[in-house]
Structure formats: structure tokens, C-alpha cells
């Protein structure tokens, strides 16, 4: 039985896409087993440390009985440690007195001991199931990473010789194709192969025994020059279009007229103004002058192309034009799944960090323990990361925002003075720090603008940031909004060293920061920022000189 070469390469495939489903399987089994556990702990034994704080603050008060009830009651449901049940029994017992007789200091000093002592039987249950879990970690780790290195293995072996079984004929027709090439029509292809591979081999040698034959034929030398500049044609990788300088189509690739959906007889000899009226693509092409992608949908599929153009030469000069459609379809898919990458481990990583950032407030709070100072130096740095990773998150995704189209905008008429008072009074603090000055000004009889208020306000906050940062202490700074040619101008000016002119082009791309700045940030607030503002219709711009500050400014259109 035949096994054709589709038929090979799909089995290859699917082989390695089974071992990554069985890498990826065993991996969420275990992840999701440890989070379940997870939970378990923080549902069981928190819930009780919550009520038992709760009691704790109730007895402070001897108005609260019915809240330590209540807790009390809770509590009573939620026993799932052991020695808890026969804690919260005495505490019930402790309590029941403690009703009759509310007075009693006794008492009173014996319920907090039955808390605490509930209390430290939960908190001991998690520093147990903590070194559990993290065993059930340890083994998961070792699993999956045994099993990772065998799937490494057996797919490195497939990945190195499975190529071979595919490239050893193309090599072999490769080196023919290139002996034909150079007119050695006695060159022969020997595959035993019964696959596509044995039936190209065999069209390959009845090819060059005809073309054996034609090469002494005198047609041959007459029309030699002619399938020449056809072959070169063909054979270009990318759609191609040949105009002469009268507007004649001199030639287009398969390719090309693949995309036209046109037939040669069709396009090839007939002027560019009767082929713009018949056909919406030669039109667009002819007409759009900017190299930005285009997207075309053949046989059911977009597709994305690139038009680059090129005037043909010779010793007269001019003679002509060629127009090339390049097929930026895989980078485009790239494009759109690093997009979702960033998107997807910037939310992921959020969780995280807003888990450690509640464990980091319950190592401050003096209930779970005290802290020494040294240790209160290491939370606050601690926190101090996390904040700044939580910043860069959020900046990435709003970058993937950016980047997949999908920028969420809330267009309505917005009062001016609204989202920079909001900008201004989120940015007090850190300019009280630098004991900066920041004043707004408005010109007379504002109109409203049209855009999202929130994303307005967003980008005033990152240019007072900015503003604030490199702003000299004592500085100030200047909001400024005015109505210019039936658009609304939002200004920030400082006092800072300002920035060279050479560096002004570039201040809005992603990533950009000007050499010699401190790098404290991503370099991404003035690229989202200006996807912002274009999004809403508007513009940007940023007018700076050497050490006389910097204006930093975006106009949005008149409602």
C-alpha cells in the first residue's frame, strides 16, 4: 500500500502534537490539582482566623455580644481541624457563663484564651498543609519534568530525522532543477520512491529527456530569449505587475492574477484605465500611494500583502513601473499571537501579584505578628515592587489592547476642565514630593470635546507623571486647554532639562526612551497614549528645548 507524502507529513504532525497535549495534560492536572488544595486552605482555615479576629474586636466591646454570637455561630460551623471541635465546645461553654455574668474579668481572659487557641489550631493546620502542598509541588514538578525530558528526547529524535525523509529528495530534485537550469538536460532524478516524491522524479526525467530533444530543435533557439523573461516572471515568489511608461501592462505572474481573479489574456496588453474600471483591486493599487497592509480575501481565507513599487530602467531612462503585492500573512499571524501572549501573561500575572501584595498588608497588620525593622524595610520594598510590576502589567495591556484593534472607547461630549481636574488630582501626591506646583488654565467660552473621558484623562496623568519626573524640585507645572481651529488643544509644560531635537521624532514609539534619562518606566505611557488619542480622532505632539522644559500636547475634535 502507498502511503502518499500528505499522508506522512500528517501523521508527523499529529505525533508531535500528541506528545505536547500529553506535556500540556499532565502539567494542568497537577497545576490544577494544587490549586484546588489551594483553596481548600484559604476556604477552611481563613474563614475561621477571620472569625475568630472578629470575636477578638466584639469582646473589646461589651456591646457587641450578638456579633461574638454570630462569629461564634460560624465558627461552630466551619470545624475542620483536629482539636477544634473540643476549642470551640469550651468556647461555647466560656461563653454561656459569660452571659450570665458579663463582668466577670475571668471569664473574659478565658475566652480570649479559647480563641487563641482556635485560632493557633488553624493557623498551625496551615503552615502543615502549606509544607504539603508544597511536597505535592515538588513531585508534581519532578513528574512533569521527567516526563518533559522523554517527550524532549523523542521528539528531538523525530524533529532530526523526519526533515531528512522530507529534504533528501527535494535536495535531489533541488540539484536537478539547477542542472536543467544550466541547459545539462542529461541530468536524471533516481528515487525508488512510490510517494509524490517518485512521481516528481519520474515527470522530472520525461521533462528532461523533452527538453533534450527541443534544445536542438531551431524553435528552440527562436523563442529562447522569450520563455527566458517569462520563466524569471513565474517565478518570482510574489505577486508582480509590469507597466510601461504609456500604461500598458506588460506582464503579471500567476500570482498576480491569482489576486486580480483574472485570466492573462485578460490583464496582460491592456491599458491601466480600462483595467481601474473593471477590477476594485488594480484600482486600489494604482491609487493608494502609503505602504500600509491591505487585506485580501482569496478562496475564503484574509490574507495581508505589503505593495512596494519600482520604476524599470534602462540606458533611455524610464521606461515603466513594477508593483509588488508581498504576502505578510505569517507575520501578521506573529504579530496577532505575541499580541495575545502579552495580553494573556499580563492578566495571569496580575493574580499573583494582587495575592502577594493582600499577604504583604497581613505581614504589616501587628494581629498577625510584629515586625522588626528590618522587616518592615523588606515589606515595604516588597510592596514597592509590586506596585511597579502591576504598573508595567497594566501598560501591557493596554498595549495588546492597542495592538488587536479592540481599543474600548466611550465617545460622548466631554467638559474639558472634568478630566483634568481628575488628572491633577491623581498625580497631588507625587507632586507634593517634589514639592512641584501644578496650575491649570482654561481659555474663555470652551466648548465641549468629543472623546472617552476616562482615556483623556488617562493621558493627561501620564504626561503630568512624566512632567513630574523630570521636573526640577520646587518646579512647575503648567495644564493647559484651548480652542484652536475648531479642536480642543490639553497642554503639560515643566520646567525640566528638556529634550534634544534629535530624539523629539522618536519620543512616541513604543519603547523609546531618551538616552541618558533614568530608565524608571517601560517606555510605553507615550506610545498608548498616542494609539489613545488617534483612536478618538486626535493628534499628539511634543514641543522641547535644551533646558528650557517641555510641552507635551494632544488635540481632540469639537463636539
Known amino acids: 500500500m502507498t502511503v502518499k507524502l500528505k499522508t506522512k507529513i500528517t501523521l508527523g504532525v499529529v505525533f508531535l502534537f500528541t506528545l505536547l497535549l500529553l506535556v500540556g495534560g499532565t502539567g494542568f492536572f497537577y497545576l490544577n490539582k494544587t490549586i484546588t488544595e489551594q483553596h481548600d486552605i ?266 512596494e513599487t519600482a520604476d524599470i530602467s534602462n540606458t533611455e531612462g524610464t521606461i515603466g513601473n513594477l508593483i509588488v503585492l508581498k504576502n505578510i500573512t505569517p507575520y501578521k499571524a506573529l504579530d496577532v499571537a505575541k499580541t495575545n501572549f502579552i495580553a494573556t501573561v499580563s492578566h495571569e500575572l496580575k493574580t499573583p501579584l494582587a495575592s502577594s501584595d493582600f499577604s504583604l498588608k497581613l505581614l504589616e497588620d501587628e494581629r498577625v505578628g510584629p515586625l522588626n525593622t528590618e522587616q518592615k524595610e523588606l515589606v515595604q520594598h516588597l510592596k514597592t515592587d509590586n506596585l511597579r510590576l502591576l504598573k508595567v502589567l497594566s501598560e501591557l495591556l493596554d498595549l495588546s489592547q492597542v495592538e488587536s484593534g479592540k481599543i474600548l472607547l466611550h465617545i460622548t461630549e466631554v467638559d474639558p476642565r472634568i478630566p483634568v481636574q481628575r488628572a491633577i488630582e491623581t498625580v497631588t501626591a507625587a507632586a507634593q514630593q517634589k514639592q512641584a506646583v501644578i496650575e491649570s488654565s482654561f481659555s474663555e467660552n470652551l466648548p465641549a470635546c468629543k472623546g472617552d473621558e476616562e482615556k483623556i484623562a488617562w493621558v493627561l496623568i501620564n504626561f503630568l507623571t512624566n512632567a513630574i519626573k523630570y521636573s526640577p524640585e520646587r518646579g512647575k507645572i503648567l495644564v493647559h486647554v484651548s480652542n484652536e481651529d475648531d479642536t480642543l488643544v490639553f497642554s503639560v509644560a515643566d520646567q525640566g532639562k528638556g529634550i534634544a531635537t534629535e530624539y523629539l521624532p522618536r519620543i512616541f514609539e513604543r519603547f523609546y526612551q531618551v538616552p541618558g534619562t533614568e530608565k524608571t518606566g517601560t517606555g510605553l505611557g507615550l506610545s498608548i497614549s498616542k494609539e489613545f488619542i488617534e483612536a478618538m480622532g486626535g493628534t499628539t505632539g511634543v514641543k522641547s528645548d535644551m533646558n528650557e522644559g517641555s510641552r507635551f500636547y494632544f488635540s481632540l475634535p469639537v463636539a
Open 42 to 307: 484559604l476556604k477552611d482555615n481563613y474563614e475561621t482566623i477571620d472569625y475568630t479576629r472578629n470575636m477578638l474586636l466584639a469582646l473589646d466591646s461589651s456591646h457587641e455580644i450578638k456579633e461574638f454570637e454570630k462569629n461564634l455561630a460560624g465558627q461552630e460551623k466551619n470545624i475542620t481541624e483536629k482539636g477544634e471541635g473540643a476549642a470551640t465546645s469550651l468556647l461555647r461553654d466560656h461563653f454561656n457563663s459569660y452571659k450570665i455574668h458579663p463582668d466577670s474579668p475571668e471569664l473574659v481572659n478565658q475566652l480570649r484564651h479559647d480563641i487563641n487557641r482556635i485560632m493557633q489550631i488553624n493557623l498551625d493546620a496551615i503552615i502543615d498543609k502549606n509544607k504539603q502542598l508544597g511536597q505535592k509541588a515538588d513531585d508534581a514538578t519532578f513528574i512533569i519534568a521527567l516526563l518533559l525530558t522523554l517527550c524532549a528526547l523523542v521528539g528531538f529524535s523525530f524533529v532530526f530525522n523526519f526533515p531528512g525523509y522530507i529534504a533528501d529528495p527535494i535536495a535531489k530534485l533541488t540539484k536537478g532543477i539547477k542542472a536543467i537550469a544550466g541547459k545539462e538536460y542529461g541530468q536524471r532524478i533516481h528515487l525508488t520512491r512510490k510517494d509524490e516524491f517518485g512521481e516528481m522524479a519520474a515527470a522530472f526525467n520525461q521533462m528532461a529527456e523533452e527538453l533534450d530533444r527541443y534544445e536542438h530543435s531551431n524553435l528552440a533557439k527562436i523563442l529562447f530569449e522569450k520563455q527566458r523573461a517569462e520563466t524569471v516572471i513565474n517565478s518570482l515568489k510574489d505577486a508582480s505587475i509590469g507597466i510601461d511608461k504609456n500604461g500598458t501592462v506588460l506582464f503579471a505572474n500567476p500570482l498576480a492574477l491569482q489576486l486580480l481573479s483574472l485570466a492573462e489574456i485578460d490583464v496582460v496588453g491592456k491599458n491601466v484605465s480600462l483595467l481601474e474600471k473593471q477590477n476594485d483591486l488594480f484600482r486600489f493599487l494604482l491609487s493608494e500611494e502609503s505602504n500600509k497592509p491591505f487585506k485580501i480575501v482569496l478562496d475564503g481565507k484574509e490574507q495581508f500583502f505589503s505593495k
